[in-house]
C-alpha cells in the first residue's frame, strides 16, 4: 500500500495548488524562471487514451472544490500533448507544450528499471494503477531537467483515463 500511497500524495498536492490557484504560482511555460527561482517544476495534465493514435492524449486539468479531478478546458477533446509508449522496446516520448521528454531507464543493467507500475493491492488487473517513469527533458524550455512521469490511471486499456504529473528538477 505504501508504493501506491506515493504517487498519489504527489497528485494529491498538485491538486491542492490548482484547486486553490491564490495560492500557486502561475508560470508561463514559453518562459521559465531562472533556475535559481525555482529548483523543482512541476507540470499537471489529464490523459486519455486516444484509439486513433494508440496513444494518450494530454489536455488541461480541472478539480472541484473536493478536489475530484477531471478533464479540464473547453471540452475534453482539448489535447495540449501526448504520451506515446513502445512497451516491446522499451521507449517512451511525452509531448506536453513546447516540451518533450524522453524515458529512461532507472538502470541500463536493469531491463525491468523503465516500467515501474503499482496497482491496488498488487492486482495489475485491478485500478488505480501508478506508472512512474524515470524522463529527461530533450526539447523546450525545460530542456536538459531531468526527474519523474507519474501516470495515475483509472481504468485499464482502452479506456484508460487520469493524472499526470511530471517533477523535474535542475541538470
Given at each position: 500500500m505504501r508504493?501506491?500511497?506515493?504517487?498519489?500524495?504527489?497528485?494529491?498536492?498538485?491538486?491542492?495548488?490548482?484547486?486553490?490557484?491564490?495560492?500557486?504560482?502561475?508560470?508561463n511555460a514559453a518562459s521559465p524562471p531562472p533556475e535559481n527561482e525555482l529548483e523543482l517544476v512541476t507540470l499537471v495534465s489529464?490523459?486519455?487514451?486516444d484509439a486513433d493514435a494508440?496513444?494518450?492524449?494530454?489536455?488541461?486539468?480541472?478539480?472541484?472544490?473536493?478536489?475530484v479531478a477531471r478533464a479540464g478546458g473547453e471540452g475534453v477533446d482539448v489535447k495540449?500533448?501526448?504520451?506515446?509508449?513502445?512497451?516491446?522496446?522499451?521507449?517512451?516520448?511525452?509531448?506536453?507544450?513546447a516540451n518533450e521528454f524522453e524515458g529512461y531507464p532507472?538502470?541500463?543493467?536493469?531491463?525491468?528499471?523503465?516500467?515501474?507500475?503499482?496497482?491496488?493491492?498488487?492486482d495489475e488487473n485491478s485500478r488505480p494503477g501508478t506508472l512512474v517513469i524515470q524522463v529527461r527533458a530533450t526539447?523546450?524550455?525545460?530542456?536538459?531537467?531531468?526527474?519523474?512521469?507519474?501516470?495515475v490511471s483509472r481504468g485499464r486499456e482502452s479506456d484508460a483515463s487520469g493524472i499526470?504529473?511530471?517533477l523535474l528538477r535542475p541538470a
Open positions: 508504493r501506491i500511497g506515493v504517487g498519489i500524495g504527489i497528485v494529491a498536492m498538485t491538486l491542492a495548488a490548482l484547486v486553490a490557484p491564490d495560492r500557486a504560482t502561475v508560470l489529464w490523459f486519455q487514451y494508440d496513444a494518450l492524449a494530454l489536455g488541461p486539468i480541472a478539480a472541484d472544490g473536493e478536489f495540449v500533448g501526448k504520451a506515446d509508449f513502445d512497451l516491446e522496446d522499451d521507449h517512451a516520448t511525452i509531448l506536453l507544450g532507472v538502470s541500463d543493467a536493469d531491463a525491468n528499471s523503465f516500467w515501474r507500475w503499482y496497482y491496488f493491492n498488487d526539447k523546450g524550455p525545460y530542456r536538459g531537467r531531468e526527474g519523474t512521469a507519474t501516470f499526470l504529473a511530471i
